[in-house]
């Protein structure tokens, strides 16, 4: 219960790995506030979390629509008094084409979710923190934020850019007593990764690029935010906590045989 008598809002809560934050923030006995483009399956979500004895509240609202983002902070604050943590996860990987193929529509819908509707919902949150006396601010990025993936660049770009912007906030809003960091999760069993999760061929694909080979699990994403929130991480701020099982910076095994057997050849040849 590190989080009693918390108020958390968590952007994109109504499945996916938001869902797993939903539910882990309320373990803690945090009241969570449920926001997603769909209102129904925020009140399931809602109804779930109920059960665990703390105070919930759906809120419809698309991230990338300032006004939607400040009705959407006005009544959680009207309804709780106060905003003590937000997770910005609402994201959105809509397709996958190279970068001559990607129409001016694709790119705004990806970058208007992703990073514009990261920045609204911090300014809107950060206003009501700077009120109240400081807060903690989790901004959901990406392992693709850092190793960029071919297929997926506005994707690509919109993690990256979450990850300077909760620098910056950090450099800001440390006066405000607002800590700011962000989680960068590699690939993960759950959520937008769900529909290939039978697919045997992809699944090993993918598991080949991670050093632990095997996807993340949700709840170890979870776990970080909770950490974040926590009074555990009080000194960290501006930073992003990698949780990808060693996948950035990794190559996989063929390209170090590669390099040892140029290796090798060099050495024989001073
Ligand atoms: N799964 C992974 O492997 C992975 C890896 C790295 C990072 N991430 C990041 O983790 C976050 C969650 O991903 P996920 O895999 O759980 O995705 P997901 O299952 O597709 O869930 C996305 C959530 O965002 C909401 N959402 C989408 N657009 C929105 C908008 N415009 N306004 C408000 N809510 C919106 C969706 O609800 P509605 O449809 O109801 O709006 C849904 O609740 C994303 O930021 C993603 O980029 C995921």
């Known amino acids: 219960m590190r989080l009693k008598g918390k108020v958390v809002l968590i952007t994109g809560s109504t499945r996916g790995i938001g869902k797993e934050f939903a539910m882990g923030f309320a373990k803690e006995g945090a009241d969570v506030i449920i926001n997603g483009r769909n209102l129904e399956k925020a009140k399931a979500v809602a109804k779930e979390i109920e059960s665990l004895g703390v105070k919930t509240m759906t809120i419809g609202a698309d991230v990338s629509i300032s006004k939607d983002v400040t009705r959407m902070v006005e009544e959680a604050a009207h309804s709780f008094g106060r905003i003590d943590i937000l997770v910005n996860n609402a994201g959105v990987n809509p397709f996958i084409l190279e970068a001559e ?7 705004d819908q990806v970058l208007d979710v992703n990073l514009k509707g990261v920045f609204l919902c911090c300014q809107a949150v950060g206003k009501k923190m700077i009120q109240q006396g400081g807060g903690r601010i989790i901004n959901i990025s990406s392992a693709a934020g850092i190793l960029g993936e071919q297929g997926f660049l506005p994707y690509c770009v919109s993690k990256a850019g979450v990850m300077i912007l909760s620098r910056i906030l950090a450099y800001e809003w ?20 769900a529909p290939i999760l039978n697919k045997e061929i992809l699944v090993s694909g993918l598991t080949q690029q991670v050093p632990l080979k095997r996807l993340g699990k949700p709840e170890e994403i979870v ?11 009080s000194y960290i701020n501006g930073t992003t ?18 390099i040892a057997e140029m290796m090798k050849k060099k050495s024989q040849n001073p």
């Open 101 to 107: 193929k990607i129409k001016e529509e694709g790119w």
């Open 241 to 258: 906590i990698v949780a990808d099982g060693g996948m950035t910076g990794y190559h996989p095994v063929g390209f170090l045989e590669l």
């Open 223 to 233: 776990k970080i935010a909770l950490f974040l929130a926590s009074e555990e991480s």
């Open 174 to 193: 440390s006066r405000y007593n607002i800590l700011v960091n962000a989680i960068a999760p590699g690939f993960v069993a759950g959520g937008m990764n």
